[in-house]
């Protein structure tokens, strides 16, 4: 790619996440996107023929953050409920980075068609390496996609509501207690 192109590419990415983080997916069109990025409708297009194509592009960080993420959680040196309440709170936090992403990604959990799919696989692969790393401190038959649904319908709640941090955390707590081995 052209070093202008890229330049043009990097600095719509940048307007979009913006965008999306402060408005949602929804509230956000392209032809927004493109004056915001002062670039022509074309050049958008060119780069990023949908909408979905630019959200998927703007959540693209998401797999390397998330993949440190379980990686940070798992290389505590802590006790089992520290090391999966440090996962799911960095999980939800990444869920609720863009305004309505949290219910859009876990609406699309299981669906291969949807433009969202490659990031619920890196969600869903995060939580199965978090389950066969702590295998044994866990509640026989967790599943990944459960703490995906899960830990999706927390972030989603705080999400769209105004609840305390606190409020968020003790929602956290429960769920991995519900995940832990009694």
């Given at each position: 790619m052209r070093a202008d192109a890229q330049r043009n590419r990097d600095r719509i990415v940048e307007v979009a996440r913006a965008s999306f983080r402060a408005k949602g997916f929804d509230a956000v069109s392209m032809d927004e996107v493109a004056k915001g990025a002062e670039v022509g409708p074309g050049t958008l297009y060119r780069h990023f023929p949908t909408k979905e194509s630019l959200y998927d592009a703007v959540l693209?960080?998401?797999a390397e953050k998330v993949n440190a993420a379980v990686d940070r959680a798992l290389s505590l040196d802590a006790p089992a409920r520290e090391?999966?309440?440090?996962?799911?709170?960095?999980?939800?936090a990444m869920l609720t980075e863009h305004k309505g992403a949290a219910a859009r990604i876990t609406a699309a959990l299981g669906d291969p068609g949807s433009p969202f799919a490659a990031k619920c696989t890196?969600?869903?692969?995060?939580?199965?390496?978090?389950i066969d790393a702590m295998d044994s401190a866990l509640r026989p038959g967790v599943e990944a996609m459960q703490i995906s649904r899960l830990v999706g319908g927390v972030a989603a709640v705080a999400?769209?509501?105004?609840l305390p941090a606190d409020s968020v955390a003790s929602?956290?707590?429960?769920?991995?207690?519900?995940?832990?081995?009694?």
């Open positions: 693209e960080a998401w090391r999966l309440l440090t996962w799911l709170t960095d999980y939800a890196t969600y869903v692969n995060a939580n199965q390496r978090l999400d769209n509501s105004a929602m956290l707590a429960i769920v991995a207690d519900g995940l832990l081995a009694p």
